[in-house]
Each structure stands twice: as structure tokens, then as C-alpha cells.
């Protein structure tokens, strides 16, 4: 088992070239009788287009982000993180198999940061070796792989391409970003979201925290951070 502090690998292999322009495009043509194609040709200044967007996106017309996609190839996420992943309705998943991908030797896994310094770690990693040695030995009486991978952990990791809209990002930025998110997948959004503020820095203040965005706490347990919202 290899051991990456680097994990979760996140890529942003693909992402509108002019995303700030193409919002721009969208909220105009809701309002000009022009055809979108030549509000698209028309120069507009940088200030210009992101004081018309932030305007409409404080208004709430979400809609118009929709049209910027982004796609991430992600490793070394664990399968219980990815559980958690594809519960977002309005993104698309290309993961690794376990029906047809089999696993050789010990299988990649990862500890979690409570594990690491205990008196359980040793266990742990025992455990592991044990699930390996018994999953190989199922491959080699013939056990289909489809069936052999019923005993394999939620810490085993896993890869995917995974896409989504802007909108959808932005939710997954404000959900996921919460201290209340389990480590692993909060840290893997952070790592999304930084790749697409590099692109864009206007973008950062929408990928945060909810708290952050709405200046208060609507979870049922708090951090403190923020004032809680009154039930």
C-alpha cells in the first residue's frame, strides 16, 4: 500500500475558455431584443461583464451559469467518498470498476487522519492485508471479480472523471466546504475549487462555504463561526 499525503489527485482537464463572457452572453440576451450571437461578437469590458452577472446572480437567476462546464479527473479518493460524491444530482460519473478491474496484490487504501497516530493503526493496516490476501485468493479459484469485490472496504480508493455546470459547483462548494462535511470529501472540493479560481479569481467568492455566502449557520450543529440561524 502506498501511502500519499498528496491525495485526492485532482485535475481540471477541461473548462470554458471564457466563462465570465459566456455568463455575460446569457444574462444579456435575456434582456436585448440582439440576436446572442452578435452580443457574443461585441466587445464588453471586463468590469462591465462582471458587474452585469454579479447583479444577476444576486437576483437569483442561477440558470445563466449553467452553460460553464467543468470536468475533473480525481484519484485516490476512497469509495466511501465517493458515495458521498454522486449523491449531487446534476453531475456526471465515469468511475473506476470493481466489477471488471481487478485488483492486484494490496490494494491502494487510505487511513483516516484519526487512525494515523492511535493504537488502532496497527489493526487497521493488519485488516487491510487480510482483505487483500483473501481477495486474491478468490480471484484465483475463479471467484468472478463482480463477486470477489464484495469484501472490499469503503477506505479502498478509487478513480474517476466526474463533470458539472457551474451551478452545480457552486452548491457543491457551499455544502461540501462546511467543517460539519466529513474531512475527505472537503478536502477534495478544495482542491476543485481551487483549480477553477485560478482560471477565475471572481469566481472565489462563490465557492465557499454556505456560511460564508448567506453570513450565518442553517446546520443543526453549529461551529461557531457564524451567528446560527434561529428555528
Given at each position: 500500500m502506498t501511502e500519499n499525503n498528496e491525495f485526492p489527485i485532482v485535475n481540471l482537464i477541461n473548462a470554458p475558455e471564457n466563462p465570465l463572457k459566456l455568463i455575460y452572453l446569457s444574462c444579456r440576451t435575456c434582456y436585448s431584443a440582439d440576436y446572442p450571437y452578435k452580443i457574443w461578437e461585441k466587445d464588453a469590458d471586463e468590469e462591465k461583464m462582471l458587474k452585469l452577472v454579479k447583479k444577476v446572480l444576486q437576483s437569483g437567476h442561477h440558470s445563466t451559469i449553467e452553460h460553464c462546464q467543468y470536468t475533473f479527473t480525481i484519484s485516490g479518493v476512497t469509495r466511501a467518498c465517493t458515495h458521498q460524491l454522486v449523491r449531487h444530482r446534476h453531475m456526471s460519473f465515469s468511475q473506476k470498476s470493481q466489477r471488471y478491474v481487478v485488483e492486484e496484490g494490496q490494494f491502494e487504501y487510505i487511513t483516516p487522519p484519526t487512525l494515523k497516530n492511535g493504537e488502532l493503526h496497527a489493526e487497521y493496516d493488519s485488516l487491510m492485508r487480510k482483505i487483500a490476501e483473501l481477495y486474491e485468493k478468490m480471484?484465483?479459484?475463479?471467484?468472478?471479480?463482480?463477486?470477489?469485490?464484495?469484501?472490499?472496504?469503503?477506505?479502498?480508493?478509487?478513480?474517476?472523471?466526474t463533470s458539472l455546470n457551474l451551478r452545480e459547483m457552486i452548491h457543491l462548494a457551499n455544502l461540501r466546504l462546511c467543517v460539519s462535511a466529513q474531512h475527505e470529501i472537503?478536502?477534495?472540493?478544495?482542491?476543485?475549487?481551487?483549480?477553477?479560481?485560478?482560471?477565475?479569481?471572481?469566481?472565489?467568492?462563490?465557492?465557499?462555504?454556505?456560511?460564508?455566502?448567506?453570513?450565518?449557520?442553517?446546520?443543526?450543529?453549529s461551529c461557531g463561526r457564524f451567528p446560527q440561524q434561529v428555528r
Open positions: 480471484i484465483e479459484k475463479g471467484i468472478p471479480a463482480e463477486d470477489a469485490r464484495f469484501i472490499l472496504p469503503n477506505a479502498a480508493t478509487s478513480s474517476l472523471v472537503r478536502k477534495l472540493v478544495k482542491k476543485m475549487c481551487k483549480l477553477v479560481v485560478e482560471k477565475e479569481p471572481w469566481l472565489g467568492e462563490y465557492l465557499v462555504a454556505k456560511c460564508e455566502k448567506n453570513g450565518y449557520c442553517d446546520e443543526i450543529r
